[in-house]
């Protein structure tokens, strides 16, 4: 019998059969995998920005967990954990240089996420658009310590083997990197009302080209960010600055062409807006809100980063026992 994988998930080959196969849960290997399938591609998923890299590292990780003897692992999550983080690790090699090429600004790929993410507010602020960026200016191994301590509370430890670090080492760099993120990330305490209030002004900038109840709002050194990947017309460069970013919304419609709507939805645990052109999901559209104020507007237009908003994804933290 062999095993292969169907969106990250290994399944029993049954044959020539069509269609997708279920996963093959008599397998204990396959049935410690999905258990924690979640949390591993949220881990993945904190680190690399992209739920498409995440799903490769899944991919890896499953060929590596497949070949060991269950026999001798006392904690398939934490060997699981500590697999998807080196190969983490390693995929964001090749990420990395892709991005040094990346026409226009680079955004995270935005996740359509289930109700409870937004419930597990420690959950929703990491993978929010504006901390995902924030998280793009540490080391590799840096945000792999930060993703695996401050947001899964995994043991030094257990974080040492994982990065092939000592624990002391391990700690060093986690104090460096919740220094270096408590510099850059959102200050004050925002609610999510707040966010729906400055993504409703911004609708009816888009909508209707007026601005005030945006312009209220905007931060003096607001920052627009768009993601076209050079693929979607978008801004080629961040703009700055709240009259700059007033011009380029005050076009409305005219930005995108076509008929253009824009509908709530819970992305990456926030609110944020789905814009659809003639009715198809053109961008997404997040904001950071710093003491009540539009810091930053995330726009994202690369078709290629859009596909996960027609289903809505998990994402886990679940704690180690113990």
Same mark, same amino acid.
Request: hydrophobic share 45%.
């Given at each position: 019998?062999?095993?292969?994988?169907?969106?990250?998930?290994?399944?029993?080959?049954?044959?020539?059969?069509?269609?997708?196969?279920?996963?093959?849960?008599?397998?204990?290997?396959?049935?410690?995998?999905?258990?924690?399938?979640?949390?591993?591609?949220?881990?993945?998923?904190?680190?690399?920005?992209?739920?498409?890299?995440?799903?490769?590292?899944?991919?890896?990780?499953?060929?590596?967990?497949?070949?060991?003897?269950?026999?001798?692992?006392?904690?398939?999550?934490?060997?699981?954990?500590?697999?998807?983080?080196?190969?983490?690790?390693?995929?964001?090699?090749?990420?990395? =240089?892709?991005? #040094? @090429?990346?026409?226009?600004?680079? &955004?995270?790929?935005? %996740?359509?996420?289930?109700?409870?993410?937004?419930? *597990?507010?420690?959950?929703?602020?990491?993978?929010?658009?504006?901390?995902?960026?924030?998280?793009?200016?540490?080391?590799?191994?840096?945000?792999?310590?930060?993703?695996?301590?401050?947001?899964?509370?995994?043991?030094?430890?257990?974080?040492?083997?994982?990065?092939e670090k000592n624990a002391a080492a391990v700690r060093q760099i986690a104090h460096r990197a919740?220094?270096?993120?408590?510099?850059?990330?959102?200050?004050?305490?925002?609610?999510?009302?707040?966010?729906?209030?400055?993504?409703?002004?911004?609708? =009816?900038?888009? #909508? @209707?080209?007026?601005?005030?109840? &945006?312009?209220?709002? %905007?931060?003096?050194?607001?920052?627009?960010?768009? *993601?076209?990947?050079?693929?979607?017309?978008?801004?080629?460069?961040?703009?700055?600055?709240?009259?700059?970013?007033?011009?380029?919304?005050?076009?409305?419609?005219?930005?995108?062409?076509?008929?253009?709507?824009?509908?709530?939805?819970?992305?990456?645990?926030?609110?944020?807006?789905?814009?659809?052109?003639?009715?198809?999901?053109?961008?997404?559209?997040?904001?950071?809100?710093?003491?009540?104020?539009?810091?930053?507007?995330?726009?994202?237009?690369?078709?290629?980063?859009?596909?996960?908003?027609? =289903?809505?994804?998990?994402?886990?933290?679940?704690?180690?026992?113990?």
């Amino acid at each position: 019998m062999t095993h292969v994988t169907v969106t990250g998930q290994p399944v029993r080959a049954t044959g020539g059969g069509a269609g997708r196969q279920e996963p093959d849960m008599s397998d204990p290997a396959t049935e410690a995998f999905v258990a924690h399938r979640n949390l591993l591609f949220t881990v993945a998923y904190e680190m690399l920005g992209s739920a498409v890299d995440a799903e490769d590292v899944l991919q890896e990780t499953w060929l590596q967990w497949a070949a060991v003897d269950l026999a001798v692992v006392r904690d398939p999550r934490a060997l699981l954990v500590r697999i998807t983080t080196r190969q983490a690790i390693r995929r964001w090699r090749t990420v990395g =240089r892709r991005r #040094e @090429s990346y026409v226009g600004p680079w &955004l995270p790929e935005p %996740l359509l996420t289930t109700p409870d993410v937004a419930e *597990d507010v420690e959950l929703a602020d990491t993978v929010s658009m504006a901390m995902l960026l924030v998280l793009e200016t540490l080391t590799p191994t840096e945000r792999a310590v930060f993703v695996l301590r401050e947001v899964f509370a995994v043991p030094y430890e257990e974080i040492a083997l994982a990065v092939e670090k000592n624990a002391a080492a391990v700690r060093q760099i986690a104090h460096r990197a919740r220094t270096h993120v408590a510099t850059r990330r959102p200050r004050g305490t925002v609610s999510p009302a707040e966010t729906r209030e400055a993504l409703e002004a911004f609708r =009816r900038a888009v #909508e @209707s080209g007026d601005l005030q109840g &945006l312009l209220d709002i %905007l931060s003096p050194d607001v920052v627009f960010l768009g *993601d076209g990947g050079g693929v979607a017309r978008a801004t080629p460069r961040p703009v700055t600055g709240a009259a700059r970013v007033a011009r380029l919304l005050s076009r409305g419609t005219a930005w995108l062409g076509g008929a253009v709507t824009a509908e709530p939805a819970q992305v990456n645990g926030w609110p944020a807006l789905i814009v659809r052109r003639d009715g198809d999901i053109d961008s997404v559209v997040a904001v950071r809100l710093d003491h009540r104020v539009v810091t930053g507007l995330y726009y994202v237009r690369n078709p290629h980063k859009l596909s996960r908003l027609d =289903r809505e994804t998990t994402l886990a933290r679940d704690r180690p026992v113990g």
